[in-house]
Structures are given as C-alpha cells and as structure tokens.
C-alpha cells in the first residue's frame, strides 16, 4: 500500500512536470527564446532538456550563435538538478506561462470586442448576454474593450468634445437620424453653434424612409473614431 502510494505520488509529480513543459509549446518559440536569454546558461540547458525535442530544437534555434554551442555542450554534460533548483526553475516557467495566458486571453478578448464593435447595440445586448451566461468572467473581459454610438452618453464632455469635433457634419447628420432626443442633445451640444444649426435643419428637413444601413455606418464611423483615440491615448 505505501508503495503504491509512492507510485501515485511519483505519476502525479510526473504529469505535473509533463504539463508545464508541454503547455510551452502553444507558445511562439522566439518568446520563448527571449525568456531564456534573461536566464543563467546552466538554466538554459536544463530548460531545453525539459521541453519535448520538436520545439526545443525551434527555441535552440533563436538562441544566438555565439551562445548555442555553450548551451548545447552544457545540456549534453548536465548532471541531476537538485529538486529544489528544479522546484525553482519551474516556479519561474510557470510564471511565464502565466504571462503568455493573459498575453492570450487579452487578444482573445480584444478580437471578440472588435467583432462586436461592428454590430449594432440590440445585437451586441444580445451576445453579451449569452456570452455572461456561459462565463462572467469572459465577458467582463469583453465590456472594457466595446463603444458603441449609444455610449457617447457615458463620456466625459470633453472627451466628447475632442471626438466629435474631429467627425464629419455629414457623418454625424447621418448617425442622428433615429436616435433619441437624450442623444442627439448629448452630441449637438459639443459641437460648434454653426455646425449644431446646419445639423438641426437638414434632421427637420423630412426624409422619404430611414436607410438604416447608412445610420448603422455613420454610428461606426463615430465609435470607430473614439476607439482609435482611446487607443492612441487622447
């Protein structure tokens, strides 16, 4: 029964160590390359002795080759890495699997955010409420990165002010048509007195039908535009 236990233990221990070498290789072998060059050379070589030799020939490869033989002989003579060495080295693999984890999820969810950027709120309601269900965690992920036309509302007025500024009379004219009473007001007081007049007066010029596809465009171009200052920091 000890032995058997001892057995387990040792299973347990070597799928542990299996799993964290292994979860190495979903990741680009040149960030990897990069991580190891913050490493001391001995680390390197037991590094590269751990990972499964298809991607470990990958990251020797982005080793410079000035270091690659040095590596290389150090892995061929290495001798048995005390456990706690082991215990120390993998901690700071774990951490950088961590790293590429977030790294992952980040574009995961930007990607996602960016797909309903292009979609009108009742739709991106929708989504975001299935999306909830199936995790919290993903789609409060997923909320920071989405602006819609809707959210003009929640902005500052002088972040308003500085992107609306920068938009077309034509495109704003276009992305008001339908809107409500709250929102028109909420973007025709940031702009300029001579502007919000031209605008008033071809909103009350009557329209034969709404071209919903045309409004739909306008209020992108709008909420792409606050997107791209957000990302550039203004």
């Not at 270091?67 to 693999?93: L, Y």
């Not at 007025?157 to 500085?162: A, L």
């Not at 909420?186 to 071209?211: F, G, H, K, W, Y």
Request: with cysteine; glycine share 2%.
């Amino acid at each position: 029964e000890e032995v058997d236990g001892l057995l387990g233990r040792r299973a347990a221990f070597q799928s542990y160590e299996t799993s964290i070498w292994d979860q190495l290789q979903d990741a680009d072998p040149l960030i990897i390359g990069k991580f190891l060059m913050r490493e001391h050379p001995q680390t390197i070589a037991y590094i590269l002795s751990m990972l499964p030799s298809s991607f470990g020939a990958k990251v020797l490869l982005t080793i410079p080759d000035e270091q690659r033989a040095d590596i290389m002989n150090r892995t061929v003579n290495m001798k048995e890495v005390s456990p706690a060495a082991a215990q120390i080295i993998e901690k700071r693999v774990m951490a950088l699997i961590a790293e590429l984890d977030a790294e992952r999820n980040a574009a995961g969810s930007a990607k996602v955010a960016d797909l309903m950027n292009e979609l009108e709120k009742p739709q991106v309601d929708t989504l975001l409420s299935s999306l909830e269900t199936l995790s919290k965690e993903s789609a409060n992920k997923v909320k920071p990165k989405i602006f819609l036309f809707e959210d003009l509302l929640y902005m500052p007025q002088r972040s308003r002010v500085s992107l609306l500024n920068d938009v077309s009379a034509d495109i704003l004219t276009m992305a008001l048509r339908g809107a409500t009473t709250e929102i028109k007001e909420c973007v025709l007081s940031c702009i300029s007195p001579r502007q919000r007049r031209m605008i008033e007066s071809d909103l009350a010029v009557p329209t034969a039908s709404l071209n919903t596809r045309e409004v739909a465009i306008a209020r992108r171009a709008v909420a792409q535009e606050a997107i791209r200052l957000a990302s550039s920091g203004q």
